[in-house]
């Protein structure tokens, strides 16, 4: 849901619910939807949480290899997804890393052992740039993100 369909939803729906699932990464941050849904109780879950999933073309950034989430990782002795899952902890939204290898799924259970500084939240912040790797207006004309049907 986005927020104003969430907003939408709430005016009628007897049960609030309880998980607003996502696509939200440090490009794509949705803050407005993480304060409502945190204003009305409701969990935000991140979907595709490290950036991108089947859905990134071959010439799209991707946040596991940014300069900032690697500098930070670096510093910390961590993998740049651990330095994203912890974001997404501290942000207060749960995730659903994907994963088929062993030693990614260790690594993404490890993000409790370690915290992110002020500033390390504050220089993934300024990473946003309402980026999404899930667009179906290209895919289908639907308009997800924007309301608009043209």
């Not at 946040?63 to 910390?76: C, E, G, N, S, Y």
Request: proline residues 5%.
């Amino acid at each position: 849901f986005t927020v104003p369909l969430l907003h939408d939803l709430l005016t009628y729906a007897k049960i609030v619910p309880a998980v607003n699932q996502v696509e939200t990464h440090p490009y794509g941050q949705q803050a407005g939807m993480l304060q409502y849904c945190q204003k009305m109780g409701i969990q935000l879950q991140a979907y595709s949480p490290l950036g991108y999933g089947e859905f990134k073309g071959k010439t799209e950034r991707a946040v596991l290899t940014d300069p900032v989430i690697q500098a930070i990782a670096k510093r910390l002795g961590k993998s740049t997804a651990q330095v994203v899952l912890r974001w997404h902890h501290q942000r207060g939204v749960c995730t659903i890393p994907k994963t088929i290898r062993e030693n990614e799924l260790r690594e993404n259970l490890d993000v409790y052992t370690f915290s992110l500084t002020a500033e390390d939240m504050a220089a993934i912040q300024a990473l946003d740039s309402n980026y999404h790797y899930l667009r179906p207006r290209d895919w289908f004309g639907l308009p997800l993100w924007d309301g608009n049907l043209g």
